[in-house]
């Protein structure tokens, strides 16, 4: 199946900066990106969709300005936690998808974002 | 946005043992697909059943679909130790063709 890399699986961060986490297809161009955060023991929370060339799409209550989405280009998509506070510590999850049809999704490996 | 129910929410079983996990949805679908996490990872796809489709098959993997109870059902057997996971149900809403509505998973231990 395809292959999605998404960097780095693990990063912890003082309150303040920025974390940019990076999700590449690796072996297909996607069209549409998702970005997804995950509590513990709970589901996938759609943040945003991107589409490669365009401007996010947010989802209700997630706030643009503090998560930067930039799809570039059709294998890189990039997630930039702004001036990050300890409650944005989560699992941030990203998929991409080959086209604009019904196929299945693609995960990267996940993000495990710590600010301390 | 809405998301799918699935049943149980956590489910204890021995090896050799069949596992099914279920979830409902509410709205028309284009297809539904199942997903396996663990801790701390991505996901993996592992069955997409389209609306037009009652069952499926994939190695020790078999998925049916009821759309006219909104329901699909997900059955492991002779599970492994190594199958558990979370097991989460997405669907893909007719008319929408992007978005991925999630269940809220299925926790399964699989006891050596």
């Known amino acids: 199946g395809a292959v999605v890399s998404q960097h780095p699986s693990r990063v912890i961060c003082k309150s303040g900066t920025s974390v940019k986490i990076e999700c590449r297809s690796l072996?297909?161009?996607?069209?549409?990106m998702f970005w997804y955060r995950q509590f513990p023991k709970q589901s996938l929370m759609l943040m945003a969709t991107s589409n490669e060339g365009s401007k996010a799409t947010y989802e209700q209550g997630v706030e643009k300005d503090k998560f930067l989405i930039n799809h570039a280009s059709l294998t890189l998509s990039t997630l930039t936690v702004t001036s990050a506070h300890p409650e944005d510590s989560s699992f941030y999850i990203c998929s991409a998808r080959e086209g604009g049809g019904t196929l299945s999704a693609f995960f990267g490996q996940g993000t495990r974002l710590t600010v301390v | 946005s809405q998301q799918g129910e699935e049943d149980p929410q956590a489910l204890s079983i021995q090896e050799g043992e069949n596992a099914t996990m279920n979830c409902s949805y509410k709205?028309?679908?284009?297809?539904l697909q199942w997903y396996r996490q663990n801790s701390g990872r991505g996901l993996v796809h592992l069955i997409l059943?389209?609306?037009n489709e009652r069952e499926k098959h994939s190695g020790r993997l078999r998925v049916t679909l009821d759309t006219s109870k909104k329901s699909s059902s997900l059955l492991i057997t002779a599970s492994r130790a190594a199958d558990t996971a979370s097991y989460f149900c997405a669907t893909v809403n007719a008319g929408n063709n992007r978005k991925l509505i999630w269940g809220l998973g299925t926790s399964l231990a699989v006891n050596p």
């Open positions: 709205t028309s679908i284009n297809n």
């Open positions: 059943i389209r609306s």
């Open positions: 072996d297909f161009q996607a069209t549409t």
